[in-house]
């Protein structure tokens, strides 16, 4: 959703300060440092983002140890759950103590439910991961063969795309969703309306409850990345080497399939690294939409009852998520572009 | 070298530091001249000799790491930055690149008028006064002052650039290859400019560029730099005609004469030279 | 040549350019573009109906049931957009609604604005320390999973929207900041820049007077795309009923509504849904045109202008007997470039021209003369928007301009290659040399992979290049220029050609690294008998390497002839004045002699002879009629000058 800003943003800087790789140094280690680089970076990443929410968290006007036992309950059990749950020290020790346990997988208790956080998430990662996946891998299909092709043909298919792009960004996904559900739902009951099949239940019935929500999760997607596949195509089609290269006899298939497209994939992986974090953020509202019982759901659920604990744990989750993009983006970088920092 | 000159440079060195581990960078290396008034000393060099960093440093947009920088008695190497400004009408700058040098988004007249913003007591119209006697003196026509850079040529532009440079009355100007992204006939127009308002005005300047004969045609003196030190230095007739330092020499035959007759006669007289070591 | 004596006045005056003053005034570019006074249209309409829709019917807001005996209506007079499940009228509510999103919007985006757009600035323009510090922050935020954090803040404070859409701006914040950071940096490197720092200005008026506005197109695109996303984020929160409190009505909300009746009434989704696209698609659209508006001038236009087809082409080859020995004639081949509007250009007016085999011939002139376009129109490698309006290029006895695609493609490295002015852009950065090379040879012999690279480390040493084996592993932009061009040579030498263009090859170096690559040049053209058009403004350069010379001047051949003669005895008057404001011809004399004024643009030039408005000879029959045709003054000497004779011994 927020990275919606990566439309027609043509001078981002790529991932900036991430990578300083000398460029004589042989291959190998560059990657290492690459991976080190960002995995030092993404621990205080997720530092700050749990911190923040648990000192938020602790803001509220709540307490999560009156809303668990109900109002009649006794005094005496309320102090003991509240020592139970670490809720009479300071803040900074529920959150070391909370990290510490998170890091042994423990996430703590829902307050709603009773039961373990991280079993909660567990039950409910394969959906999401099914749902982000299989949108990632459609947009990048589709957006890069729209986007190559639109600018090595040029006319009208460039105009297609840029209109379709367009009205893609401006369609709000809850709406599509909406609106698929209608009419290949309800109206030709092709497909269903909402649920979800494990695949080691049924491989069929899993791929048939993914169609709806993979089309309206990836429609913003496709937008975004058959556009920017263009845009990139389009410069590096027009620039000086490409021209060189060409009257100097090297062919058009080559010069669209590999000396432009590598260098265009230096655009193209930043958008896919902005989109698959918005697919990411996109899982919780189509999840509510089709009815899927994912993390995005779980954390509006969560959200909604106040249930701390478990938005916690899906912050955390989803942190982790957006480090490993990260990761793949910075890899990426450093195959695509041997000046990475170079400057 | 005169004890008055207009600008002394003594033992000038520009180190960048490194970033990151290691020992920096020295583009310049204990370099000393003069700039008397009225004169114009050029420095030839190819890229990396350092020449365009050394009058970037006496402009302060290059680090002074060793040495002083006198001009009109004041040091440089420790101004502060109100004095700079002061001094900012006394000494001015024209750079090579006439497109990236003049603000697409402000007419000509606020551009030529910056220079005029620490003038003191300047009423409005006397400001309007001396932007267009320096559009005068830059032989640019008065209407340009309500146009745009757009509207106008590489050559106009680096008219209005002097115009600029000229306006606030300095004694020095820093040419940085003013005439480099020129052509032919336009950078003749622009050089017999430079020399008509020195002449005008007593101006002095350092004139930059990596054009030997072009520093010899509009200078006094010529330093040859190499690798961020002076390698030669004498009067400029000198210099071109009789160079001592092989680099000079080197300088001097590896530019090509527009004159077929004489340029085959050096080839030869090359290839020669070469068979021969 | 007025020059010499005349007053500096009026040899500018005559160069102030023939286009009407054209004021970068940002408001009016982009007013002029249709599209975006529509979309600036709806948004302020959008904003009244905000403002005035709650006035007239307040009771929206908290209306909990409409006309219970009239729910979900379809479209009438009376309901505009019908009515949904519980009575209440759709267009009232839309209307609303706009209230509560447009307040959203503004909330994120006064957010992102205040907090992004100086950090970016003081990012770009201090740089250093501070600018890592920024940066390290901006980088750890924008890669917060946002939604989920939007979710704690609601988890915190139910129900609320200033909560979610502050959130949501901090959030946006950082990308904003980043792309004006990425917007200062080029504009801080800027000489206007460093002259207003010289003038004594300080840094707070450099920022407000020369960045900012800079950089004001790229924060008022990033502005209508950030409402956008805004207004997208807010429909999917309140889509889940976490920021908008029922009753009010809120866009998100009621498509909420819509699908959960969808069985009962289809209808209720489409007026929020198409309300939230709308608007979504003005801004968005709005962001486009500001950015069109923006780099409009210097932008090229993106879609390639289709090629016609040679007046004179026909179906299928003409082949003709080669006469004169001559490998390549040129004959009266007409350049055009389209322009954004359409309009073609011609740049290039009936050149005529040959060379010989083993001969090397100079392309000189100023810049804008057509000197690059001619060469690259040999090749059929112009720039997008560039195409050959008519004319002959007869390589071997082959009409180039005939053939078709694929057999052209056959010609470029094998018998015609090309090398640029600019080493270090005229190879790809993506990939190593080796590599480079490698594709080019095996595209024109078919090697083996092996056999490639000897082939390839073969080139690397017949340009003279030190320890090619590491040379082979090398990123281009690990090369020096003198490297980096020995490797553009060698992948040009790799298809043997037979005619070598080389397009100012040596204007980005330094003379001593000149000299070595003249001298290579000419070797290798001698060693291999091929023909070489070398185009340069250097007179040195001519001297040094040409057999014979070709003069261009504003699109035309003005002057061709064997080297000694055109330098002792030039003809034309541009020719006499620019071999004369050479400082190296002109050594002991105080002014050197100029030409007044300055090349005018494509599209532009005179009537009659194209150099009369700068000549001191012109009479006035120079501005008669055509231009004067190129006749024979000498033998192999010709002239495009109606007074050549005349002026023969005059020299400027």
């Known amino acids: 959703m927020i990275e919606t800003t990566s439309v027609g943003e043509k001078t981002a800087a790529p991932q900036g300060s991430a990578l300083q790789r000398s460029p004589r140094k042989p291959r190998l280690p560059g990657v290492v440092a690459v991976l080190i680089r960002r995995l030092l970076w993404a621990i205080p990443l997720i530092l700050v983002v749990t911190a923040f929410s648990f000192v938020l968290v602790s803001l509220t006007p709540g307490d999560p140890a009156r809303e668990m036992l109900g109002i009649d309950a006794s005094e005496e059990a309320y102090l003991a759950l509240r020592s139970q749950l670490g809720l009479d020290r300071p803040v900074w020790e529920q959150y070391i103590s909370w990290l510490l346990n998170a890091l042994q997988g423990n996430l703590g208790t829902s307050i709603y439910t009773g039961g373990s956080v991280s079993e909660a998430i567990a039950a409910r990662m394969p959906v999401t991961i099914s749902l982000v996946v ?19 043909r040029g006319g009208w298919s460039g105009k297609l795309v840029d209109s379709l792009a367009l009205v893609g960004f401006a369609l709000p996904t809850v709406w599509v969703g909406a609106l698929l559900i209608g009419l290949f739902a309800v109206r030709f009951r092709w497909l269903p309306a909402s649920g979800y099949v494990p695949f080691a239940e049924d491989p069929m019935a899993w791929l048939l409850c993914l169609v709806l929500p993979v089309t309206a999760l990836a429609t913003h997607a496709v937008a975004a990345i058959s556009k920017q596949t263009r845009e990139a195509m389009l410069d590096v089609l027009g620039s000086e080497h490409i021209r060189m290269a060409r009257a100097n006899g090297v062919g058009e298939v080559s010069l669209v399939l590999r000396h432009s497209l590598k260098n265009a994939g230096l655009r193209i992986s930043t958008v896919l690294g902005l989109q698959a974090i918005g697919l990411l953020g996109g899982t919780v509202l189509v999840e509510s939409v089709f009815g899927l019982p994912g993390l995005g759901g779980l954390a509006v659920e969560a959200s909604r009852r106040h249930d701390l604990p478990v938005i916690q744990g899906i912050v955390l989750v989803f942190t982790v998520f957006v480090v490993l993009i990260n990761v793949a983006i910075d890899l990426a970088y450093s195959w695509l572009n041997p000046r990475v920092s170079a400057r | ?87 900012s009408s006394e000494l001015q700058v024209i750079f090579q690149d006439p497109y990236g040098s003049l603000n697409p988004t402000r007419t000509i007249g606020q551009t030529i008028a910056e220079s005029l913003r620490h003038v003191a007591d300047l009423s409005a119209s006397e400001r309007a006064d001396r932007i267009e006697e320096a559009l005068d003196q830059v032989g640019m026509p008065r209407s340009a002052a309500a146009r745009y850079p757009g509207n106008f040529s590489g050559g106009q532009r680096q008219r209005i650039a002097i115009a600029r440079a000229i306006i606030g009355r300095p004694r020095l100007i820093i040419c940085d290859e003013p005439t480099s992204a020129l052509d032919l006939s336009v950078q003749a127009q622009v050089l017999n400019l430079l020399m008509d308002l020195q002449e005008e005005l007593g101006l002095s300047y350092l004139f930059v560029s990596h054009d030997l004969a072009v520093v010899r045609h509009v200078s006094d003196e010529i330093l040859v730099l190499l690798r961020g030190s002076i390698v030669e230095r004498g009067q400029s007739a000198r210099v071109y005609d009789n160079p001592e330092h092989p680099y000079t020499r080197a300088l001097l035959d590896a530019a090509p004469v527009p004159d077929p007759a004489r340029q085959r006669l050096r080839r030869l007289a090359r290839s020669a030279a070469a068979a021969t070591t | 040549m007025t020059a010499t004596k005349s007053s500096r006045k009026e040899s500018a005056a005559a160069e102030v350019s023939p286009h009407a003053a054209q004021s970068p005034r940002f408001l009016r570019r982009l007013l002029k573009r249709g599209l975006a006074r529509v979309c600036l249209a709806y948004i302020l309409l959008l904003v009244i109906v905000a403002i005035v829709a709650p006035m007239i019917w307040p009771e929206v807001l908290t209306e909990r049931t409409g006309d219970l005996a009239d729910v979900n209506q379809l479209p009438s007079l009376q309901h505009l957009l019908g009515t949904d499940s519980l009575g209440r009228d759709v267009f009232q509510r839309i209307l609303v609604g706009a209230q509560i999103t447009l307040i959203g919007v503004a909330q994120a985006l006064a957010v992102a604005l205040v907090l992004g757009v100086p950090l970016g600035l003081i990012a770009g323009y201090v740089g250093g320390r501070t600018d890592r510090v920024i940066s390290w922050i901006a980088d750890l935020l924008f890669a917060l999973p946002g939604i989920i954090i939007i979710l704690v803040v609601l988890a915190v404070f139910p129900l609320s929207m200033t909560a979610a859409m502050v959130t949501l701006g901090v959030l946006v914040a950082p990308g904003l900041a980043r792309i004006v950071r990425s917007a200062v940096l080029p504009v801080k490197e800027e000489l206007y820049v460093s002259a207003a720092r010289v003038s004594g200005l300080g840094d707070a008026y450099i920022i407000t007077q020369h960045v900012l506005p800079r950089v004001a197109g790229p924060i008022i695109v990033q502005a209508s795309l950030i409402s956008a996303a805004a207004l997208i984020s807010q429909t999917g929160l309140a889509f889940l009923g976490l920021i908008v409190e029922a009753p009010a009505p809120s866009w998100g909300g009621m498509i909420a509504e819509g699908l959960q009746n969808l069985l009962v009434d289809p209808w209720l989704i489409w007026p929020p849904g198409v309300a939230v696209t709308l608007t979504t698609l003005a801004l968005g659209l709005l962001g486009d045109s500001v950015r069109d508006a923006t780099t409009e001038g210097w932008a090229g236009s993106s879609t390639k202008a289709k090629k016609p087809r040679s007046r004179r082409a026909q179906e ?45 011939v100079g392309l000189v002139g100023e810049s804008g003369c057509g000197k690059t376009a001619t060469a ?172 014979r010379a ?103």
């Open chain 1, 134 to 152: 299989a949108s990632l891998l459609l947009s990048l299909i589709i957006g890069m063969i729209v986007g190559v092709y639109s600018a090595a």
């Open chain 2, 1 to 87: 070298m005169s004890e008055h000159a207009l600008l002394q440079v003594r033992d000038l060195t520009v180190t960048y530091p490194a970033r990151g581990r290691g020992d920096g960078f020295t583009a310049v290396r204990d370099v000393s001249f003069d700039v008397p008034s009225n004169t114009t000393v050029g420095l030839v060099g190819e890229s990396g000799s350092g020449k365009s960093t050394i009058g970037r440093a006496i402009l302060g947009m290059s680090p002074i790491s060793v040495g002083s920088v006198t001009f009109g008695g004041r040091e440089l190497a420790a101004i502060t930055s109100r004095d700079r400004r002061a001094l």
């Open chain 3, 550 to 652: 070709i003069v261009m001047y504003a699109g035309e051949v003005v002057e061709r002839g064997v080297i000694d003669e055109l330098f002792a005895a030039p003809l034309h008057p541009y020719t006499k004045g620019l071999l004369a404001s050479d400082p190296h011809r002109s050594i002991g004399e105080h002014r050197l002699i100029s030409i007044a004024g300055s090349v005018p643009p494509p599209g532009s030039w005179p009537s009659g002879c194209h150099f009369r408005t700068r000549c001191a000879f012109a009479v006035e029959a120079c501005a008669e009629g055509e231009s004067p045709a190129l006749r024979q003054v000498e033998v192999a000497h010709d002239v495009r000058c109606i007074r050549a004779d005349e002026l023969e011994d005059h020299n400027v």
């Open chain 3, 376 to 547: 690259m129109s040999i090749i059929g490698a112009l720039p997008s928007g560039g195409y050959v309006e008519s004319g002959r290029i007869v390589f071997d006895g082959v009409n180039l301009l005939d053939l078709d695609a694929r057999i052209m493609r056959a010609y470029r490295g094998k018998e015609i290659a090309v090398i640029s002015q600019e080493p270090s852009v005229s190879l790809n950065p993506g990939f190593r040399v080796g590599w480079q090379l490698a594709e080019v040879v095996r595209n024109h012999t078919g090697l083996s992979r092996r056999a490639a690279k000897a082939r390839v480390l073969q080139l690397l040493q017949q340009v003279e290049l030190r320890d090619p084996e590491q040379v082979l592993r090398r990123y281009p932009h690990e090369l020096s220029g003198g490297m980096a061009q020995r490797v553009v040579i060698a992948r040009a030498l790799a298809g043997e050609p037979r005619l070598l263009i080389a397009d100012e090859p040596t204007t980005a170096l330094d003379v001593t690294i000149q000299a070595e690559i003249l001298n290579l040049l000419r070797r290798l053209v001698a060693e291999r008998g091929m023909s070489m058009i070398l185009i340069t403004h250097d007179w040195g350069v001519v001297a040094d390497v040409c057999d």
């Open chain 3, 316 to 360: 299928g080859l003409e082949v003709e007997p080669a006469d004169r020995n001559a490998l390549l004639r040129v004959e009266d081949v007409n350049v055009e470039f389209r322009r954004p509007d359409g309009r073609p250009v011609r740049v290039v007016d009936s050149v005529t021209f040959h060379v010989g085999r083993g001969e090397t």
